[in-house]
């Protein structure tokens, strides 16, 4: 699942850093989420959200699947 | 690394949970200076005992002792430093490590039992005391997934 939070943190200049103790997570979470290896839990994500003041859908760009036949 | 992904989460206070965790590392001290003694006891009623089981006892023994005191004195440096102890509660409970571990054990149970099916193969062939206690094995590791899937099933 894509998402903003690269673009929004050197938006507002913040450093990896900053942003994982901000959330609770290793700077490596977030290294993982900016380049979308690793997808957020729900709980993350909220926090992720909430940090930039922004919804969950505004955060992270959910691609529609293929309905299953 | 198993104990601290399976006895922490985000939700609990962290530092009772070093609290505990403390109290177990210097019962494992215990256990493990009760272990390093035993052969000397054993001797007494034992006078045969080989020096292969005296030497395990006292090698295990001591291990565990030394590991359970160097965990015991981890933990409260840890508990000592607010700075320390808020690095190491985002290193435990980083969602992120959590599921490497929790991959990292899968694959470990799935090529566990890739050597023991290997294993269980050769093993009919050669050996049938090491054939049935490999059959106990697996024995044991279905009976223990059966119990986590009814554990966490009722759980979640």
Do not use: W
Not at chain 2, 67 to 81: C, E, K, P, S
Not at chain 2, 96 to 104: D, L, P, T
Not at chain 2, 113 to 136: D, E
């Amino acid at each position: 699942m894509e998402n903003r939070i690269a673009q929004l943190r050197k938006e507002r200049r913040i450093t990896q850093e900053e942003l994982a103790d901000a959330v609770g997570v290793t700077r490596q979470t977030i290294i993982s989420l900016e380049n979308g290896r690793y997808n957020a839990s729900l709980l993350l994500a909220y926090k992720l959200s909430r940090y930039f003041g922004l919804t969950i859908e505004d955060l992270f760009l959910f691609e529609e699947e293929e309905p299953l036949c | 690394m198993l104990i601290k992904l399976f006895t922490v989460s985000e939700k609990d206070n962290y530092r009772e949970v070093l609290r505990h965790r403390s109290a177990i590392a210097l019962t494992a001290a215990a256990l493990g200076l009760a272990t390093m003694v035993t052969p000397a006891l054993l001797l007494h009623f034992l006078p045969d005992l080989n020096a292969h089981a005296m030497g395990y006892y006292s090698g295990g023994g001591a291990s565990i002792f030394g590991m359970g005191l160097f965990a015991f004195f981890g933990i409260r440096r840890t508990l000592r430093d607010e700075k320390r102890l808020r690095s190491e509660q985002i290193k435990e409970t980083d969602e992120r490590s959590r599921e490497i571990k929790r991959r990292a054990a899968s694959l470990t149970i799935l090529l566990s039992i890739l050597c023991l099916y290997i294993g269980l193969l050769v093993a009919v062939l050669v050996n049938h005391t090491v054939y049935l206690t490999l059959i106990g094995v697996l024995a044991a590791f279905i009976l223990i997934f059966l119990g986590s899937l009814l554990y966490y099933g009722k759980k979640l």
